[in-house]
C-alpha cells in the first residue's frame, strides 16, 4: 500500500503541475492570431499535447528514481524515510526547472519574439552577454523573486499532496491510495491523440501551406513539424511550394582576402574616427532629437536609405568592418580573422584606442573585428548607467587625440550605449515627456507603456547627440576635420511595436535594419544620397582612402560610396536567416532548411506579399547570385 500511495502522490503531483505548465503556455496562445477555426484547434491541441511533453523529462526522471529506490526497498525488505524525501526532492528541483524555463522563455518571446535558441545561449554565455541586455538590480531581483516562487508553488504543491494521500486525507476524510487505471489510460490516450492531431493538421497546412497555423507552431517552442511533402508527391497530391534558397551548408577554410591588397601609403594619411551608436534607427536623426547630429550630417555624406547588415550588433559590426554577409561571422570566430582594414591600419602605424560602453568579449569582438588590436588599446567603461559610461569614453578618446604622437596618423573607435534598451539618458536630456521611469523587463507591459518607452528611446538619442557633439566641436577646435575622416552610424536599429515587435534580433523590418550613416571626408563636400546603400560599402568606401589599390571585390562584397553606381539589393543577416532587400521587396530566408522555418516575402516596408510567386519569378536570377555570395571567401570543396 505505501509504495502504491507514493506512486499516486506523484501523479496527483505532476497532474497539478500539468495545470501550471498549461497556465504558462496560455501566453503563447495569446501571441496567436486565430485567423480561422483550424489555427483554433491547432492552437488548442498543440497547446495540451506539448504542455504534456514540456513536462516529460521531468516526470521520467522522477519515475526513475522512484522505481529505482522502490526495488532498493523491496530487496532490502525495508522502507526508508529518506528514500522518499530523494523522490520528493528529485521531482520538485525537476519541476521547478521546467516551470522557470518555461516562464523564461514566454517572456523572451513576449519581449523579443522568439524563444531560447542558440543566440539566447550565447547570450547568457559569453562574458558581457548578460550585460548587453541592460538588466536593472530590480529586474534581477524580481526575476530572483519569481524563480524562488515557483519552487516554493512546487514544494507547496509537494507538501500538501503527501500530507492528503499519506497521512489520511482532508478533515479526516481517507483519499484512494490509486487513480483508477482508466482514468490514467484515458489521460495518456487524450495527450496522444491531440499530438497526432495536431502533427495532422500542420503536416496538411505545409502541404497548402496554409499561413496561419504555421505561424501558429512557431509560438510554441521546440515544436517539431511533421510533413507529408515526400508521400503527398508519391501520391500524386498537388503540393504548394514556399519558395526558397538553396543554401549549402558552409564548409572549406577562409580565402580573405582573395589575394594579397596592392597599396600605396599616401603621403598625407587621414586620421580616422568611426562613431557607432547601439540600436540607433535612421528616424531618431532630425533636427528635433539631434540637432548637432543633424548639421554635422548636412557638412558631409549623408546617406537617407542606409541598411545596416544586420538587426543585432552581432552581423551589424561585422558586416560594417568586413564588408561582406554577416553568415560569414562564425566561421571568421572560428579562424580568429581580423578584417583587412584593421590589418591596413596596423601596417600603416596608425596609433589605435577603441572604447566602448558594452564589451569587447559580446559579441566576440576581441575575437574578431579587433582579434589583432593590442588588449591595451581596447578600452570599456564601466560607468553605472549607459549614458554614464558613454561620458567617460568621450572623454577618454578626446583625452587619447590630445595625447596622441601628431607625427603619426590615428584611428580612434567609439560604441555608444545610450540608445540601448533600457535607453539610458540623464534628466537633462528628457526632451520628451512622460516617459517611462522604471524600466523593468519583468514587470513592464509593452502593449500599455509602449509610448512612454517610445519617448524615453527619443531621449536617449538626444543624448547620445549631446556626446557626438563633443566630438565633432573637438575636432573642429584641434582643426583636425581637414585631415579626419568620420564615420557615425548604427550598429543596427529598433523597433518600438510598429511591426508587433519590440527591441532587435527578431525581424528584418525598417525599424529594426535601417540606420543613419554619414561619412565626411575631407574635401568631399555635402552630398545627401537617396539610393540603397549598405555597411558593406564603408570597408570598400575607406580602403581606397588609405592607398588600397586592390579592386574591392578582393575583399568584400560592397561598393565605394563616393565613386560607384548605386547598389542594386543589400542583404541583410541574423544568427539564422538572411534577408534580401531592394527598391520595392524583401525576402527572408532560413539559413538551414527545417520545416519550420518558412521563407517570407514582403513589400520594402514590410507588407506581406499575399502572391510572392510573381517576385521569386523575377528575382530568381539576383537571389541565386546572393547564394554565391555566400560561398565566395571560401575554399571551394570538391
Known amino acids: 500500500m505505501e509504495s502504491y500511495a507514493r506512486s499516486t502522490v506523484l501523479r496527483i503531483y505532476f497532474s497539478c503541475t500539468f495545470i501550471v505548465v498549461l497556465l504558462l503556455c496560455w501566453n503563447y496562445l495569446r501571441a496567436i492570431p486565430f485567423a480561422d477555426p483550424w489555427t483554433i484547434f491547432f492552437s488548442f491541441c498543440t497547446c495540451l499535447s506539448y504542455g504534456a511533453i514540456y513536462l516529460l523529462p521531468a516526470?521520467?526522471?522522477?519515475?526513475?528514481?522512484?522505481r529505482l529506490l522502490t526495488g532498493w526497498e523491496q530487496r532490502k525488505k525495508q522502507v526508508g524515510r529518506w528514500t522518499w524525501g530523494v523522490v520528493c526532492t528529485v521531482a520538485v528541483l525537476t519541476t521547478s526547472a521546467t516551470t522557470i524555463l518555461l516562464f523564461a522563455d514566454q517572456l523572451i518571446y513576449r519581449i523579443l519574439g522568439f524563444h531560447l535558441n542558440g543566440?539566447?545561449?550565447?547570450?547568457?554565455?559569453?562574458?558581457?552577454?548578460?550585460?548587453?541586455?541592460?538588466?536593472?538590480?530590480?529586474?534581477n531581483a524580481t526575476y530572483g523573486a519569481i524563480s524562488t516562487g515557483f519552487v516554493i508553488l512546487q514544494i507547496l504543491l509537494m507538501a500538501v499532496i503527501r500530507r492528503a494521500w499519506l497521512h489520511g486525507g482532508f478533515a479526516g476524510r481517507p483519499l484512494p491510495a490509486r487513480i483508477p487505471l482508466a482514468?490514467?489510460?484515458?489521460?495518456?490516450?487524450?495527450?496522444?491523440?491531440?499530438?497526432?492531431?495536431?502533427?495532422?493538421?500542420?503536416?496538411?497546412?505545409?502541404?497548402?501551406?496554409?499561413?496561419?497555423?504555421?505561424?501558429a507552431a512557431r509560438a510554441f517552442p521546440l515544436y517539431q513539424p511533421l510533413t507529408f511533402r515526400g508521400l503527398a508527391k508519391r501520391l500524386g497530391y498537388p503540393v504548394q511550394q514556399n519558395p526558397g534558397l538553396n543554401i549549402e551548408p558552409q564548409g572549406g577554410r577562409l580565402v580573405y582576402p582573395l589575394a594579397a591588397l596592392a597599396m600605396q601609403r599616401p603621403e598625407k594619411p587621414l586620421n580616422i574616427v568611426w562613431l557607432v551608436a547601439e540600436s540607433w534607427r535612421w528616424d531618431m536623426l532630425d533636427p528635433e532629437i539631434m540637432p548637432a547630429t543633424w548639421a554635422f550630417a548636412h557638412q558631409a555624406s549623408f546617406f537617407r536609405q542606409h541598411y545596416s547588415g544586420g538587426n543585432g550588433t552581432r552581423m551589424g559590426m561585422f558586416t560594417m568592418f568586413y564588408g561582406i554577409h554577416g553568415a560569414y561571422w562564425f566561421r571568421f570566430l572560428d579562424e580568429r580573422r581580423s578584417p583587412v582594414i584593421m590589418d591596413v591600419l596596423q601596417q600603416q602605424d596608425y596609433q589605435l584606442s577603441m572604447y566602448t560602453s558594452a564589451k569587447f568579449s559580446y559579441p566576440e569582438f576581441d575575437q574578431t573585428i579587433f582579434a589583432g588590436v593590442p588588449k591595451a588599446a581596447l578600452h570599456e567603461a564601466d560607468e553605472g548607467s549607459?549614458?554614464?559610461?558613454?561620458?567617460?569614453?568621450?572623454?577618454?578618446?578626446?583625452?587619447?587625440?590630445?595625447?596622441?604622437?601628431?607625427?603619426?596618423?590615428?584611428?580612434?573607435?567609439?560604441?555608444?550605449?545610450?540608445?540601448?534598451?533600457?535607453?539610458?539618458?540623464?534628466?537633462?536630456?528628457?526632451?520628451?515627456?512622460p516617459y517611462l521611469e522604471n524600466f523593468n523587463y519583468a514587470t513592464m507591459s509593452l502593449a500599455e507603456d509602449i509610448g512612454l518607452i517610445r519617448n524615453r528611446y527619443?531621449?536617449?538619442?538626444?543624448?547620445?547627440?549631446?556626446?557626438?557633439?563633443?566630438?565633432?566641436d573637438f575636432l573642429r577646435e584641434e582643426n583636425l576635420l581637414d585631415s579626419t575622416i568620420v564615420i557615425i552610424t548604427g550598429d543596427h536599429g529598433e523597433e518600438l511595436l510598429e511591426n508587433g515587435n519590440?527591441?532587435?534580433?527578431?525581424?528584418?523590418?525598417?525599424?529594426?535594419?535601417?540606420v543613419p550613416l554619414i561619412i565626411r571626408v575631407p574635401g568631399a563636400g555635402h552630398h545627401e544620397i537617396g539610393w540603397l546603400t549598405s555597411h558593406q560599402d564603408i570597408v570598400p568606401t575607406l580602403l581606397p582612402l588609405l592607398?588600397?589599390?586592390?579592386?574591392?571585390?578582393?575583399?568584400?562584397?560592397?561598393?565605394?560610396?563616393?565613386?560607384?553606381?548605386?547598389?542594386?539589393?543589400?542583404?541583410?543577416?541574423?544568427?539564422s536567416r538572411l534577408a534580401y532587400v531592394d527598391s520595392m521587396y524583401k525576402a527572408v530566408f532560413p539559413l538551414e532548411k527545417t520545416a519550420l522555418e518558412q521563407?517570407?516575402?514582403?513589400?520594402?516596408?514590410?507588407?506581406?506579399?499575399?502572391?510572392p510567386a510573381g517576385f521569386w519569378q523575377s528575382h530568381r536570377t539576383v537571389l541565386q547570385a546572393v547564394v554565391k555570395e555566400l560561398s565566395v571567401f571560401q575554399e571551394q570543396m570538391n
Open 599 to 611: 521563407s517570407r516575402f514582403t513589400t520594402r516596408d514590410d507588407q506581406e506579399l499575399p502572391e
Open 59 to 66: 516526470a521520467m526522471l522522477t519515475i526513475f528514481v522512484h
Open 502 to 514: 519590440w527591441g532587435h534580433n527578431s525581424a528584418f523590418t525598417e525599424q529594426q535594419t535601417r
Open 458 to 472: 527619443a531621449n536617449a538619442c538626444h543624448h547620445l547627440d549631446s556626446q557626438l557633439a563633443r566630438i565633432i
Open 183 to 215: 482514468g490514467r489510460k484515458f489521460f495518456v490516450a487524450a495527450i496522444i491523440a491531440m499530438a497526432l492531431v495536431q502533427s495532422v493538421i500542420y503536416g496538411l497546412s505545409n502541404l497548402q501551406n496554409r499561413g496561419p497555423v504555421l505561424n
Open 547 to 575: 592607398g588600397v589599390t586592390s579592386p574591392a571585390a578582393s575583399y568584400s562584397l560592397g561598393y565605394n560610396l563616393l565613386g560607384q553606381p548605386e547598389r542594386k539589393y543589400a542583404v541583410v543577416s541574423d544568427w
Open 386 to 433: 549607459g549614458w554614464q559610461s558613454d561620458r567617460k569614453n568621450v572623454t577618454d578618446l578626446l583625452s587619447f587625440i590630445r595625447q596622441r604622437d601628431p607625427a603619426r596618423p590615428f584611428m580612434t573607435f567609439m560604441f555608444f550605449e545610450s540608445p540601448h534598451a533600457r535607453y539610458y539618458f540623464p534628466p537633462e536630456d528628457a526632451i520628451r515627456q
Open 119 to 139: 543566440f539566447v545561449w550565447n547570450l547568457i554565455t559569453t562574458p558581457g552577454g548578460i550585460g548587453s541586455m541592460g538588466g536593472t538590480v530590480t529586474a
